[in-house]
């Protein structure tokens, strides 16, 4: 069965190009209204052109979202104009320098910190009313393996303590929101995927050895239908495994 999400509204942001970009795509071509959130306003047209070939409807948020009063005022306009916000992905990011902890620019410091984590809070405060308004509220927050594997991962300390927060975040939303809403919240690893990003990362891999951000798309977007339920949980696109966060024994 074809999911539906007809009429529900969906907020993107990293939306300009890789998994955001399909993210994006796939939601319209769903039936949601996408607001696509990036910087570069031509890519987002881009999509926008996309997405009416799609029959779809956009709307663009050409802004940072290290800017915290656009992010404020986003939440106001979505409140003016629908009331509600049915389905969030949080997916902008940045990879940051690959460095030596101690070695960290503090300017590079400062914005891998802006970009991955609060301006994931700074959504979370303008929207979660209106996630709250929606009778079935959906978050999903795009993150990484990287919080999860810092010993296997030297050199990649801001990135990987922004998605491992960032993950701490999620739970705490999900456990806020779990009983006293229709919220849902769901944090994503989308395993290496052929972007941008993961060519920055990963220089001398071959990207036709990746999965793309098109292959995870549906499966990201099934987890913003109404239909799906369970919070608080991290799915593992590699496996395809819905996993629980587990403390230390
Ligand atoms: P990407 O191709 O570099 O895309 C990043 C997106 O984030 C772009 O649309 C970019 O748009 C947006 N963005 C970055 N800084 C922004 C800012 N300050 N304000 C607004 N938008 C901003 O990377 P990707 O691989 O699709 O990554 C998407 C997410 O997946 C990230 O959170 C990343 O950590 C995560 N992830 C990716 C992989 C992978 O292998 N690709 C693996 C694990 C996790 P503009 O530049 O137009 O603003």
């Known amino acids: 069965m074809t999911l539906s999400l007809e009429g529900r509204l969906a907020l993107v942001t990293g939306a300009s190009r890789g998994i955001g970009r399909a993210v994006a795509l796939e939601l319209a071509g769903a039936g949601a209204h996408v607001v696509a959130l990036a910087r570069t306003q031509g890519a987002l047209e881009e999509l926008d052109d996309d997405i009416r070939r799609l029959g779809g409807e956009a709307t663009l948020v050409p802004c940072d979202v290290k800017d915290s009063e656009a992010i404020d005022r986003l939440g106001a306009a979505l409140h003016d104009r629908w009331g509600h916000l049915d389905i969030l992905v949080a997916n902008a ?3 940051g320098p690959i460095t030596p902890i101690g070695h960290v620019d503090p300017k590079q410091w ?9 301006a994931n809070y700074r959504l979370l405060r ?3 009313p209106l996630l709250r308004a929606s009778d079935a509220g959906r978050v999903v927050f795009v993150s990484s393996g990287a919080g999860h594997r810092a010993e296997m991962r030297p050199y990649w ?3 990987a303590i ?3 927060a960032l993950d701490a975040m999620a739970r705490t939303y999900a ?3 779990a009983t006293t809403s229709n919220v849902v919240v769901t944090v994503v690893n989308p395993g290496p995927l052929r972007t941008r ?3 920055a990362a990963m220089p001398g891999e071959d990207p036709e050895s990746l999965k793309t951000p098109e292959d995870l798309a549906p499966v990201l977007v099934a987890l ?3 239909e799906h339920r369970d919070t608080g949980k991290l799915y593992d696109f590699p496996t395809d495994r819905m996993l629980s966060f587990q403390g230390p024994a």
């Open 110 to 118: 400062d914005n891998v910190l802006a970009v991955n984590l609060t």
């Open 197 to 199: 990003m993961r060519a």
């Open 162 to 164: 922004t998605k491992a």
């Open 126 to 128: 303008s929207l979660d």
């Open 93 to 95: 990011g940045v990879l």
């Open 224 to 226: 913003c239908a109404p």
């Open 157 to 159: 300390g801001p990135y």
């Open 175 to 177: 456990a806020e929101t």
